[in-house]
């Protein structure tokens, strides 16, 4: 019997726009591409009103092209103006559009819990959905560690949302370390283990709990056994930090050798990431190692170079899907 023949299909070239937050990003994108890519420029102005007076270069050229935009919604004054030009993009006759938001910044805001709250998440993704229909059919939308996993029945049919996670740089960062053997993951509530545990089937798991004590929330172990372990908690983002702290303290009393953190979005709303600085001793045993990835750029620039923080880049990983 003959055997079957798989014959690869051509990698496309993407033409890659970029908000001015992502350039880094986009570089570094591009550099992972095998020439598969060309970064492309807009043009961001303002009018004196404020309000945006924006430019996509080359415009005529991109017809017949498959087109991408890395976005960054790090506040809501970015929105518009992003969203500006990923409605226009599709519209130019391309003959794919790829939209890659790695963080969707509203994750946290996907429910309801009384009469008169709203949820942004799904405000945001009704947004998105809206987006027009390329000559090569619906947007595809890249997103890195959704929040909350019901998020993705959120979008329309009108575009085709493609959920990525970080965690695999992550456990390839894991098998670098000189204790790699030693290694444990912990979530720091049930939240985080039902979206990453099935990611790390070989290492043995901790999962630690918020209780209520009077007008209080304490933070205790779980179940999972710590001592004498590198402790890792993995989580999908930070905020203020202030669970990851405590659950650093009862990892620590529970006899757990080091501490460290992994977090894909590294939000930290007003510099809180200053709190994890290694300023001291004491500061420095609480937390070996913190990644993230660049998946918030502006962030990545605030703590650049600054002890325990690594950024993990997802370059590679937007490269590769910006191919599927």
């Not at 976005?71 to 559009?97: M, N």
């Not at 790390?200 to 004590?213: A, G, H, I, L, Q």
Request: aromatic content about 10%.
């Amino acid at each position: 019997m003959a055997e079957s023949i798989v014959v690869k299909s051509p990698k496309k070239h993407v033409n890659l726009f970029y908000s001015l937050d992502c350039e880094e990003l986009a570089n570094n994108v591009a550099s992972h591409s095998q020439n598969n890519i060309t970064l492309q420029n807009i043009k961001w102005r303002s009018f004196a009103d404020g309000f945006p007076n924006i430019f996509i270069n080359n415009a005529e050229e991109l017809r017949g092209q498959h087109v991408a935009f890395l976005a960054s919604f790090s506040s809501p004054a970015q929105v518009f103006e992003q969203l500006s030009v990923i409605y226009a993009l599709p519209r130019l006759f391309v003959s794919s559009f790829t939209l890659v938001l790695p963080f969707f910044p509203t994750g946290s805001f996907e429910r309801m819990e009384e009469e008169g709250d709203v949820a942004t998440a799904f405000t945001l993704a009704r947004m998105l959905s809206n987006i027009p229909i390329s000559r090569g059919g619906p947007t595809s939308l890249v997103i890195y560690d959704i929040h909350a996993l019901q998020e993705r029945f959120y979008f329309g049919d009108e575009v085709l949302p493609l959920f990525e996670t970080g965690i695999p740089l992550l456990k390839e960062r894991l098998q670098q370390l000189p204790d790699a053997d030693n290694v444990v993951i912990a979530f720091p509530d049930d939240g985080a283990w039902k979206r990453f545990h099935k990611q790390f089937d070989n290492y043995s798991v901790v999962v630690c709990t918020k209780v209520r004590e009077g007008d209080k929330r304490i933070v205790r172990l779980k179940e999972g056994h710590v001592s004498g372990h590198h402790v890792v908690i993995v989580d999908d983002l930070v905020q203020s930090g202030g669970t990851l702290i405590e659950c650093q303290k009862v990892l620590a009393a529970n006899g757990a050798a080091k501490v460290s953190a992994y977090v894909t979005h590294g939000v930290f709303p007003n510099q809180s990431w200053l709190r994890f600085t290694h300023k001291d001793e004491a500061s420095e045993k609480a937390f070996a190692y913190f990644w993230i990835t660049d998946s918030c750029p502006v962030t990545v620039k605030a703590l650049a170079n600054k002890a325990p923080f690594e950024v993990l880049s997802l370059a590679g990983s937007i490269a590769n899907a910006l191919q599927i």
